[in-house]
């Protein structure tokens, strides 16, 4: 089974993913190598962002030669709306710890229609460019769903447009306030997650705790697309005790 870590509460456990992800770049830039980080949203990975900005700020931590590519946005959507996803890795890691813009890459919400399947193939060839994904975080929703990779989506899935499921408009919902949700997002696929040398599986809260236990344990299946990723040889798991209660 994949290996899993307990930490008392989210900040504590973004501390500790932090710390492995800044001696990761410092390793990398002693070696001249760059890192390549795969980059969540949602609540989840914010204790993870606030330790990175705090060891930017008073440790020094420096992200040359990090380049970053994010799992998705909603589409459409401009990146300076205040709900894109765009603009929340702006204000929450990017602008905050000193990332150069032009390394961080997340899919393009306002890309035509037209454009869609070249985008997002290019979205692809830019991270094999890069060299691969050295690390990849991830969060999981309440139906085992990652990225946007919704119930449904196929083990060998790429980068695509994608439809929301009804409970993820409606979660995001009271967000928008008066606007609709979009209903459509970009997102890479289960397949290009996969191909990440290091996949980090982040949750926290008693509210995850059901969904946790089901993509650790559960028979792998489209059904929850968080248990097609237990294949991965170097997976892990890092909870706060909430999360971990149905274990
Ligand atoms: C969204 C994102 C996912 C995220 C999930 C859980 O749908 N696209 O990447 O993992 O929600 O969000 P939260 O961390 O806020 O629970």
Known sequence: MNPVTIHPDPA????AIAADI??????????????VLGLATGATPV?????????HQEEGLGFEGVRSFNLDEYWPIDPAHPRSFARFMREELFVPAGLDPKDCRIPDGL?????LAEACRAYEQAIRDAGGIDL???GIGLSGHIGFNEPGALAGSRTRLVE?????????????????????????GIG????????????FGEEKAE???????DEPSVAIPATLLRSHPDLRWVLDEAAARRL
């Open 12 to 15: 504590a456990a973004g501390a």
């Open 211 to 217: 969904i946790v236990a089901r993509a650790r344990q």
């Open 164 to 188: 929301l499921a009804e409970s993820t408009r409606l979660r995001a919902a009271p967000a928008f306030g008066e606007e609709e949700v979009p209903k459509r997002g970009i997102s890479v």
């Open 22 to 35: 800044a001696d990761l770049i410092r390793r990398r830039q002693a070696e001249g190598r760059p890192t």
């Open 136 to 138: 990849q975080l991830l």
């Open 111 to 115: 890309t035509p229609m037209p454009q």
């Open 47 to 55: 204790p993870v962002y606030r330790e990175l900005v705090r060891l």
């Open 192 to 203: 290009t997650i996969l191909e990440a040398r290091q996949i980090v599986l982040l949750a």
